[in-house]
């Protein structure tokens, strides 16, 4: 029973501050924001608000299903901290009424650890508990199907529950599934209805929608934002609107999940928005993934609702391949992983981007070109062989991408790819029409030209040749980079090898988004490259870096030497 004298958010920091070796660094962040929060005087943390919620969700929620059964819903530490942030923290809006301050709350937790009542509870307290009228909640997720493991449970819940069953009226469709639920009541002689519909792709636009409530289930499978994108926006006439995100992490990197993963991280570690609030349990980095104490850190309901028999016997499966690694990786220990055919790992590509690549002007370079595409993503590359400060060699990516106005809006919302603002801090050109401007790609290059010590532009052999002919004018030596095993086995055997050793950066996230998506194909022999058309997403950036490695690697390591003759230098090495 919720005491409602005590704050139960400062309990889960006491709990924290016991043992903090227990918990996350991701979660250790959202202790630190909590706090630093408290000592904040524009905004301010009502106990009574919060503990509404809790009191609401352990007397009026029950158990639909599982061992638990019909017996009242009692939370655990964790998801009361997550729960008070929601709603305790409160702030005067322009209007100068008292409003909450959080209005986008993420979750993400590992399978079994009661994320559909973390969702769902918010979603029947908004129908029932908050005393607001007129009420529209959504439930989207991936599939019509996918949004029943959401539905269903909260459907269940209602009905099973003496309090919430009058005046409420389940919509069913094919197959018993919950296509909308209907609370009608009446207040001062006046009749009220708040409604909570499940949504379709079908029905993904806001005409006439007015969300209180949006529940976002299992974002990680969503590939199209649209729906999201629709839904948030229409929230504009709601004072308090809310949404709710939960999901495990999944094996898709340019998945919507990803996209509000990152977001959802960079809000807690730089505390720069305060309408989100994000509870992650992850691995910190350069975990163990054989280590069980891996496992009990990212597990909050351990001993409740997961086990470690269970695990362990996920794990033996993991073992034997790197699908079911993948998927031990994503849905047990909550990290985001490639699909399990590609090639690379996502923290691998994650590490080689830096703000900045330094000086480069004046420095040798070699391009790679893939144009095979023109009526959608293609890449210039410039790959420059240096030094860092302690004299190791590396390789520095420098990228341009092009791409076509024409549909670039549906483009970045099947993929989760922001051109247009990339395009702002230029990394992307983006061309008038339909189709890639070849124009516009050779004042790239002569811009190349004319900056760096621009020694040889190779390209695959789908090129344009009348591109090929002009750079020849410029003096410059060109070569042919067929996409084949023969010719791409090398320069992508040693990209791994720098991927590894830390000794390859690049300042544009494409390459990395590229990379990630690379599915590879070996011929008889054994040699590999990259395919285009078995990776699920554009790999065109990586193409484009293995053409340009193809002669950068045998410059790799290679230093100038100065101020001396090749006769003092060859005396030296051999006196």
Not at 52 to 76: C, N, R, S, V
Not at 85 to 105: E, F, L, P
Not at 119 to 141: F, L, Q
Request: net charge negative.
């Amino acid at each position: 029973m919720i005491d409602f004298k005590v704050n139960y958010a400062d309990e889960f920091v006491s709990e924290y501050e016991s043992a903090p070796e227990k918990y996350p660094n991701s979660i250790k962040q959202v202790v630190k924001r909590y706090k630093k929060w408290k000592k904040r005087k524009d905004i301010w943390f009502d106990n009574d608000k919060a503990n509404d919620m809790l009191y609401f969700t352990e007397t009026f929620l029950k158990h639909a299903k599982g061992e638990w059964a019909g017996q009242p819903l009692i939370l655990e530490s964790w998801q009361k901290f997550y729960f008070a942030n929601i709603y305790g923290w409160q702030k005067y809006n322009a209007k100068g009424k008292v409003v909450r301050v959080i209005r986008t709350a993420y979750l993400q937790v590992p399978k079994k650890n009661g994320k559909t009542i973390m969702g769902g509870s918010p979603v029947i307290y908004g129908v029932y508990g908050e005393g607001v009228k007129g009420a529209d909640v959504y439930i989207s997720a991936n599939t019509f199907e996918q949004a029943q493991n959401a539905a269903g449970p909260i459907a269940l819940t209602i009905e099973n529950s003496p309090d919430l069953r009058p005046g409420t009226r389940i919509y069913r469709g094919k197959e018993d599934t919950i296509r909308s639920v209907k609370y009608t009541f009446v207040e001062d002689g006046i009749k009220y209805a708040n409604t909570l519909k499940v949504l379709t792709k079908d029905n993904a636009g806001n005409e006439g929608k007015n969300p209180y409530i949006n529940y976002f289930d299992e974002v990680h499978a969503q590939m199209d934002r649209e729906q999201y994108d629709n839904l948030r926006s229409a929230q504009i006439a709601q004072e308090e609107p809310l949404n709710i995100i939960t999901s495990t992490a999944g094996k898709n990197t340019g998945s919507l999940g990803t996209q509000i993963y990152t977001y959802a991280k960079e809000v807690v570690s730089n505390d720069n928005d305060d309408s989100w609030f994000a509870m992650i349990y992850e691995p910190n980095k350069k975990f163990d993934w054989e280590d069980r104490k891996v496992w009990l850190m990212v597990n909050p309901n351990m001993g409740v609702s997961v086990n470690m028999e269970f695990l362990e016997n996920a794990f033996k499966e993991a073992q034997q391949n790197s699908f079911n690694k993948a998927e031990f990786l994503s849905k047990h220990l909550d990290v985001f992983v490639n699909y399990a055919e590609t090639y690379f790992d996502k923290d691998q590509l994650d590490k080689m981007l830096v703000k900045d690549l330094g000086e480069l002007y004046g420095k040798t370079c070699v391009a790679g070109v893939d144009l095979s595409r023109r009526t959608d993503l293609t890449c210039v590359d410039l790959n420059f062989p240096d030094f860092d400060e302690n004299g190791k060699s590396i390789l520095k990516v420098k990228q341009m991408y092009f791409i076509p106005e024409f549909g670039i809006v549906e483009k970045e919302q099947q993929r989760n790819v922001p051109y247009r603002e990339l395009a702002e801090h230029g990394f992307v050109t983006i061309c008038p029409g339909k189709t890639i401007d070849e124009d516009m790609i050779n004042e790239y290059m002569e811009w190349a030209f004319e900056t760096f010590d621009l020694v040889q532009i190779n390209y695959d052999p789908a090129l344009a040749a009348k591109l090929v002919e002009k750079w020849e004018m410029f003096g410059i030596l060109t070569a042919e980079v067929p996409q084949y095993p023969t010719h791409m086995n090398e320069p992508f055997d040693d990209f791994e090898t720098l991927l590894l050793q830390d000794r390859i950066i690049t300042d544009n996230p494409l390459l990395g988004y590229c990379a990630s998506n690379a599915k590879v194909i070996t011929n008889i022999n054994n040699l590999k490259a990259p395919s285009k058309r078995k990776s699920p997403e554009h790999i065109d950036g990586f193409v484009a870096m293995l053409i340009a490695h193809k002669e950068t690697l045998n410059m790799m390591g290679e230093q100038v030497v100065a101020d001396e003759s090749f006769d003092d230098y060859l005396n030296d090495i051999y006196r």
